[in-house]
């Protein structure tokens, strides 16, 4: 079985401070691990991935993602939080030693940047 | 280039009727998968579908069930309606059924309410 686990309900953060979104997960392979971004009465967008290589990953609008093997952690990071950023964050693991591909997320956290 | 389009957007229906919810894949995508996000919660598999057959299906009862055409577009049916299937309805698209390098790609949903 896998899962994931955003600890956190809602993070908030000033705008041009750096922002953390966490995340841990658990499969039993190897991880394919997922961030994306849902804007109110929409669906979910693409953010960025990690399925091997460099364990920084970079992605859409600044953000970027740090995978720690030893810690069974994704969280997402961006340098410079901007107020249009506000939007509900999820997780998503996929393990990668199984067919198919389907995504396993978390709870899902809202961000909050103040101006 | 059409993205995802899911329809219809919002339905209302009354416990015990059935329901058809409907999806287009972004083009050049050949698989469609189907999730289930209840309000405050991430989003959760119900099933996939590739060359017009189940390929993986999450843990939903046998009243959700679904098919794929040859144009690779896609429908969910809900038989025997329950107040607890009120939710947002997700379509995602991908190339293949298994390739990590293409994550999915998400409609606006089908917002579902059963009375």
């Known amino acids: 079985a896998q899962s994931v686990a955003q600890p956190e309900d809602q993070v908030n953060v000033a705008e041009g401070n750096p922002l953390t979104v966490k995340c841990t997960y658990s499969v039993s392979g190897n991880p394919y691990l997922f961030w994306y971004v849902q804007y109110p009465n929409r669906g979910l967008q693409f953010l960025l991935k990690y399925i091997t290589g460099d364990n920084l990953v970079k992605g859409s609008y600044g953000f970027e993602a740090e995978f720690n093997k030893s810690q069974t952690s994704f969280h997402l990071k961006k340098p410079s939080a901007l107020v249009s950023d506000s939007a509900l964050y999820f997780c998503?693991?996929?393990?990668?030693?199984?067919?198919?591909?389907?995504?396993?997320f978390g709870g899902g956290t809202r961000l909050m940047v103040k101006p | 280039d059409a993205g995802v389009t899911q329809s219809p957007t919002h339905l209302i229906k009354t416990r015990g009727q059935q329901v058809t919810l409907r999806c287009s894949p972004k083009?050049?995508?050949?698989?469609v998968s189907w999730y289930q996000q209840a309000l405050g919660q991430g989003p959760q598999f119900i099933f996939q579908?590739?060359?017009?057959?189940?390929?993986q299906r999450g843990n939903f009862p046998d009243r959700f069930s679904g098919h794929q055409f040859p144009n690779y577009s896609s429908e969910l049916n809900v038989n025997a309606l329950l107040l607890g299937d009120s939710a947002l309805y997700l379509c995602?698209?991908?190339?293949?059924?298994?390739?990590?390098?293409?994550?999915?790609?998400f409609g606006n949903g089908t917002r579902l309410t059963v009375t």
């Open positions: 083009s050049g995508h050949d698989t």
């Open positions: 995602a698209s991908s190339l293949g059924p298994s390739s990590y390098n293409s994550p999915l790609h």
């Open positions: 579908y590739y060359e017009e057959e189940e390929r």
């Open positions: 998503a693991v996929r393990d990668g030693g199984n067919a198919g591909n389907m995504l396993t």
